[in-house]
């Protein structure tokens, strides 16, 4: 995933990426392994209504489609039952998501305040 390009790129022996190496390279893209970040819905993930969930330094985050302010996030474990709730969370940044460490499969729904409701699931490992 190309930060700042916002697009994922499926490499293989035959991908070529461009780019110019500044001060903030390190920061510029994301590799997945075998995956790319949660995409259940049908956003389209090299453009801005992309919302997904990848993992950083072993911390789960929710990535927001750009057209929305706020967002309202719950956290289910697999049951069902609510384990986590937050009201109001700016889209601006990444938000961090406080799962248990616990290895276990959560269902994230994050509802923007247009009606929109997008639901991601994540693995905890």
């Given at each position: ?34 995956e790319k970040p ?40 697999i049951s069902g ?27 994230v729904k994050i ?15």
């Amino acid at each position: 995933y190309d930060k700042v390009t916002n697009k994922v790129i499926d490499v293989n022996e035959a991908t070529e990426i461009s780019f110019v190496a500044d001060d903030k390279i390190n920061d510029r893209f994301e590799f997945y392994w075998n995956e790319k970040p949660s995409t259940l819905g049908t956003d389209d993930l090299n453009g801005a209504n992309a919302t997904y969930l990848y993992t950083n330094n072993s911390s789960q985050f929710v990535k927001f489609e750009e057209k929305n302010t706020t967002a309202d996030i719950a956290v289910y474990d697999i049951s069902g039952k609510q384990i986590f709730n937050k009201v109001n969370v700016s889209t601006n940044t990444d938000y961090k998501l406080n799962l248990i460490n616990v290895p276990s499969v959560y269902v994230v729904k994050i509802a923007y305040k247009n009606g929109k409701v997008v639901t991601k699931k994540t693995i905890n490992k």
